[in-house]
């Protein structure tokens, strides 16, 4: 199983980013499905988390900006991020669920700068 992210890049203040995790390899279908952020010289720290109902779960500093969301026939999971500050750069992680055992993608930077 691999988890593939893509999405990150440079971006100013106020603007927007969609990252993507897609799952990949002899599965039939994923569970839990999430985003993390590490910043410099911080912890890693959980973003957004969506469940296989469709449930979600944010973090305080970024509700009302991000949006999670997951399309389960293309087993990937999303995180639209809207009206972004310095403050959200990071390395962003997906993670997810998949019987019982849990898989990391690599990380996708995301920058915020003018």
């Known amino acids: 199983v691999q988890l593939q992210a893509s999405g990150g890049g440079l971006v100013r203040p106020g603007g927007s980013l969609t990252l993507s995790c897609a799952a990949s390899?002899?599965?039939?279908?994923?569970?839990?499905m999430g985003w993390y952020r590490q910043a410099p010289g911080k912890e890693r720290e959980l973003v957004a988390g969506?469940?296989?109902?469709?449930?979600?779960n944010y973090a305080d500093s970024v509700k009302g900006r991000f949006t999670i969301s997951r399309d389960n026939s293309k087993k990937t999971v999303y995180l639209q991020m809207n009206n972004l500050n310095p403050e959200d750069t990071a390395v962003y992680y997906c993670?997810?669920?998949?019987?019982?055992?849990?898989?990391w993608g690599k990380g996708t930077q995301v920058t915020v700068s003018s």
């Open positions: 969506i469940n296989s109902g469709g449930s979600t």
């Open positions: 390899g002899s599965i039939f279908s994923v569970n839990a």
């Open positions: 993670r997810a669920l998949i019987y019982g055992m849990e898989y």
